[in-house]
C-alpha cells in the first residue's frame, strides 16, 4: 500500500475538508442543538461530487475510489458526525445500486444520489426485534403482478424522513437469510409511513426513523439484484459501509484530540499550561498513536476494497478498532477539560456523544469480531 496520497486523492480530501471547515464546522453546535436536519448542506455535497465518491463520472460520480472516499469522510467527520453519516450512508445506497442494478436503475436512482437531488439514501435492513440478525426480519415483499407489495417495519433508518430513494429488505420466501430481497423505493410512494423520529443521545442533527410499509406497492422492476439475493446484497454493502463509519470513527477521534491539544497549551494549573504537566502529555500521546493506527486500519481497508481483493475481514477490523478508539479518545478528551469537558460551549461533549453509536451501527463491535473471527479462521484454520 502506497502510504502517498495521489492528486486526485489530495483533490478529494482538500475539497472534503474547505467544505467542511467553511460551511459544516460553523454550523454544526447549533444543528445539534436544534436537531435540524441540513437539506442544503447535502445539495451542495452534491455539486462537490461527494455524494459518490467511489462512483463512475457517467452516473453523476467523482470516480476518485474507496481511499479518497474515506479521506473525505474523515474531514467531514471531524467537522459534524452527523453531517458525515447522512454522506456515508448516501454513497453507501448509490455504491449498491451502482453494483447490482440494471442500467436502468443505475441510471435512474444513482444519479438522484450523487446529484444530490434524493438529499439522501437510506438503507432499510433492521428491524425492531431484527439488528444484528437480519436473516431474522419480517417485512414481507409478495410479487403481484408487475408489482412488490411491501408489508412491515424498519427502525433506526438513517435519514428516512427525507430521502427520495431508499434500499429496503424484505422478505420474498418464508424464512432465512436465502428468503431476503433487496429492492429500491422511492421517498414519498403511497403506504411507505414515516414513524417515530428518534430522540438520540448523539447524531443529533441526522435524521433517524422508523418507516412502516403498509400494502406498500412498488414496481416489480425495483427488485435489486435477484430474488433471494438479499442477504448477500446487504453484506457486500455493510462491508463498504463499515469503513465509511471507521473512517467517521477516526474523524470524530482527530477532533477531539486536536481540541485537547488546544486546551492543554490554553489551560493553566498550579502556575502552567495543564499541556505540560507529565500525565496529560502522556494521556495525548496514547490518543495521537491509537488515532494514527486506526488511520492506517482504515485507509488500508480502503485500499483492498479499491484494488478488488477481499476485504470484509479488514473493514470489519477497521470499524472495530476505529469506533473503539473514537469512544476512548472523545472520553479522555472530556477528561482533559474538566468541568468544561462537561458542557456544551466546548465541543468535546458533542464528539463523545457522537462517538457512542459507532461501536453500535453498521454492526456492534461484537459482530466485528464475528466477522474477524470468522475470516482468520479460513485463513488460518
Ligand atoms: N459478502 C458476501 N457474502 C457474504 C458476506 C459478505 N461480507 N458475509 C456473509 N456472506 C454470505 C455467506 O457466504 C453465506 O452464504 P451461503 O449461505 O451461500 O454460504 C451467507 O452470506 C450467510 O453468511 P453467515 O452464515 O456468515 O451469516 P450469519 O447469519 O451468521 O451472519 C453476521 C453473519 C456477520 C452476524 C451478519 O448477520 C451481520 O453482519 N450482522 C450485522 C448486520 C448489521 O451490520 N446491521 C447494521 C444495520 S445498517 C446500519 O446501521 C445503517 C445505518 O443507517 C447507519
Given amino acids: 500500500m502506497n502510504l502517498e496520497l495521489t492528486?486526485?486523492?489530495?483533490?478529494?480530501?482538500?475539497t472534503a475538508r474547505k467544505f467542511a471547515r467553511e460551511r459544516v464546522a460553523p454550523q454544526a453546535r447549533t444543528l445539534d442543538r436544534e436537531e435540524r436536519f441540513p437539506t442544503e448542506l447535502y445539495k451542495e455535497m452534491g455539486e462537490l461530487g461527494l455524494l459518490g465518491v467511489n462512483i463512475p463520472a457517467k452516473y453523476g460520480g467523482s470516480e476518485a475510489g474507496v481511499v479518497s472516499y474515506s479521506l473525505a469522510m474523515m474531514e467531514?467527520?471531524?467537522?459534524?458526525a452527523s453531517t458525515a453519516v447522512t454522506m456515508a450512508?448516501?454513497?453507501?445506497?448509490?455504491?449498491?445500486?451502482?453494483?447490482?442494478?440494471?442500467?436502468a436503475q443505475r441510471e435512474?436512482?444513482?444519479t438522484k444520489l450523487t446529484s444530490g437531488e434524493a438529499i439522501a439514501g437510506s438503507f432499510a435492513l433492521s428491524e425492531p426485534h431484527a439488528g444484528s440478525d437480519p436473516g431474522a426480519m419480517l417485512t414481507s415483499a409478495v410479487k403481484r403482478g408487475d408489482t412488490y407489495v411491501l408489508n412491515g417495519t424498519k427502525q433506526w433508518i438513517t435519514s428516512g424522513a427525507y430521502a427520495g430513494v431508499m434500499v429496503v429488505w424484505a422478505r420474498t420466501a418464508p424464512t432465512g437469510n436465502k428468503g431476503l430481497s433487496c429492492f429500491i423505493v422511492e421517498g414519498g410512494t403511497k403506504g411507505l409511513i414515516i414513524g417515530k423520529h428518534e430522540d438520540k443521545m448523539g447524531l443529533r442533527s441526522s435524521n433517524t426513523v422508523a418507516l412502516t410499509f403498509e400494502d406498500c406497492e412498488i414496481p416489480a422492476e425495483n427488485l435489486l439484484g435477484s430474488e433471494g439475493q438479499g442477504f448477500r446484497l446487504a453484506m457486500t454493502a455493510l462491508d463498504g459501509g463499515r469503513i465509511g463509519i471507521a473512517s467517521q470513527a477516526c474523524g470524530v477521534g482527530r477532533a477531539a484530540l486536536e481540541a485537547a491539544v488546544a486546551y492543554a497549551k490554553d489551560r493553566k494549573a498550579f502556575g502552567q499550561a495543564i499541556g505540560e504537566f507529565q500525565a496529560p502529555r502522556f494521556m495525548m500521546a496514547d490518543m495521537k498513536t491509537q488515532l494514527e493506527a486506526a488511520e492506517l486500519l482504515t485507509l488500508r481497508a480502503a485500499y483492498l476494497k479499491e484494488q478488488g481483493q477481499p476485504f470484509s475481514r479488514e473493514a470489519s477490523m477497521a470499524k472495530l478498532f476505529a469506533s473503539e478508539m473514537s469512544n476512548k479518545v472523545a472520553d479522555k478528551a472530556v477528561q482533559l477539560h474538566g468541568g468544561y469537558g462537561y458542557i456544551d460551549e466546548f465541543p468535546v461533549e458533542r464528539y463523545f456523544r457522537d462517538a457512542r453509536v459507532q461501536t453500535i451501527y453498521e454492526g456492534t463491535s461484537e459482530v466485528q469480531r464475528m466477522v474477524i473471527a470468522r475470516e482468520t479462521f479460513k485463513l488460518l484454520g
Fill in 108 to 110: 435512474k436512482y444513482v
Fill in 89 to 103: 450512508v448516501t454513497n453507501m445506497c448509490a455504491e449498491l445500486i451502482n453494483a447490482f442494478g440494471t442500467d
Fill in 76 to 80: 467531514m467527520a471531524a467537522a459534524d
Fill in 7 to 14: 492528486e486526485t486523492q489530495t483533490l478529494i480530501r482538500d
